[in-house]
């Protein structure tokens, strides 16, 4: 579901997302976005690493594509319909995944 179109500028400090729902531009280490000529506020900035712009998971599925998120320690668990997640989830999760 994840799997977006990605133009970057030849730089590769900045990006415009081809969503479904619209293009999302994002820069490197900037909190702002523009999502359809609107500014948006991200949680954190994106990070530049390696070539790569890392956007933070849990805004984008929450505003972007509307999805439902919930959090526990460090994993992250994204649904089409709300959670909570429990530090035995959160385990299961992570040992799945490693």
Do not use: N
């Amino acid at each position: 579901y994840f799997d977006i179109p990605v133009d970057y500028a030849p730089d590769r400090r900045s990006a415009v997302l081809h969503c479904p729902e619209g293009d999302c531009e994002i820069a490197e280490s900037s909190i702002a976005t523009l999502w359809d000529g609107f500014l948006r506020s991200m949680f954190v900035p994106t990070i530049l690493k390696d070539g790569v712009l890392f956007v933070a998971v849990r805004w984008f599925a929450e505003v972007i594509f509307g999805m439902h998120v919930t959090q526990c320690d460090d994993a992250v668990y994204i649904s089409d319909h709300h959670g909570e997640m429990s530090k035995d989830m959160a385990y299961l999760i992570r040992d799945i995944l490693s």
